[in-house]
């Protein structure tokens, strides 16, 4: 037998053994790593419901996000694989009202998954679709963004509490042996969201009530603490076409409630609302829907919202 064959004998019996640790044993380390049943699989559609979820159930779920940091979940839509995430998780937590979009065709194709609403309790807002400010939304637009009323409770804390124990209870629903602790972990959550709405009912009780947001976002919001919102666009979408006539309408508007801030938001062109601003002699300040968050928690987004409508309003 010559060298060659030599080497070659020992190569594989080298390279054989070798192969199939690496193919079985990477395989069923990959298989236990993937059998942990101990955790609950939660999928929140964005981000408030995310933050909300992990203060719930912190290290006994594993909690993730379908709509990417930076993305509006309004233009997002779900991918094959984000499906399958979906149908492999425990929970998935939305906020209903027709936020979600994607929903409707999930059920279609007979989901088999458990979707929460975290809406459900909620008195909701419906939109009055002949008011004029309607007019340069597209009929097919107009009817399903305002099927089924205002979306936007996360931005009131009172209604995020009822989200909050949405979610709490949905978790001990599907793992009762964690009730108490689930429950507990919403209860100090929701004190935190208590000491949220003292802090802005007290600090823009006297202030005054108009500001100008970017879209229709704090209807919720402002009902609860007395304000009234006006808005660029009289949308539940932030995005869309602003006409020359809206423009004029919000910058006269503004001048008549003697309004000196202009809002925008973090997804959106501030070109509009610095237009807007320009002409009245104002500046423009963010307040954030929270429908795209890349950095703070709900409750510090929040508390920038708050100190801004403080400098526009106190």
């Known amino acids: 037998m010559n060298s060659q064959s030599k080497m070659a004998i020992i190569a594989i019996t080298v390279v054989i053994p070798l192969a199939i640790f690496v193919i079985y044993g990477t395989d069923s380390s990959r298989n236990l790593e993937s059998v942990d049943n101990s955790k609950l699989k939660v999928v929140s559609s964005f981000y408030p419901l995310l933050e909300f979820s992990q203060n719930i159930g912190q290290e006994k779920i594993d909690a993730t996000l379908l709509t990417p940091v930076g993305v509006e979940p309004h233009d997002w839509e779900p991918t094959i694989k984000d499906v399958q995430r979906m149908e492999s998780s425990d929970l998935i937590i939305i906020n209903g009202i027709g936020f979600e979009t994607w929903v409707e065709s999930l059920e279609e194709n007979n989901f088999s998954g458990t979707i929460v609403d975290t809406s459900n309790g909620i008195l909701i807002k419906t939109i009055d679709e002949s008011d004029e400010e309607h007019e340069e939304e597209s009929e097919e637009d107009s009817h399903d963004e305002h099927a089924l009323g205002d979306p936007h409770i996360w931005l009131n804390p009172v209604l995020a509490k009822i989200q909050v124990q949405n979610i709490a209870n949905a978790f001990s629903n599907s793992d009762p042996e964690n009730r108490d602790f689930y429950q507990t972990n919403a209860a100090a959550y929701i004190k935190q969201l208590d000491s949220l709405d003292s802090k802005i009912r007290t600090e823009l009780s006297s202030c005054t009530n108009d500001f100008i947001a970017f879209h229709d976002a704090f209807s919720y919001f402002a009902d609860e603490y007395g304000l009234t919102q006006h808005t660029i666009l009289s949308s539940n979408d932030p995005h869309g076409d602003v006409s020359a006539r809206t423009l004029e309408k ?65």
């Open 250 to 314: 919000v910058i006269s508007e503004a001048r008549n409630l003697n309004i000196k801030v202009i809002f925008s938001e973090e997804a959106v062109n501030q070109k509009t609302s610095e237009i807007i601003a320009n002409e009245i002699g104002g500046k423009v300040l963010l307040l954030s829907p929270l429908e795209v968050v890349e950095d703070g928690t709900y409750i510090s987004k929040m508390k920038n919202n708050l100190e801004n409508l403080k400098e526009a309003l106190c």
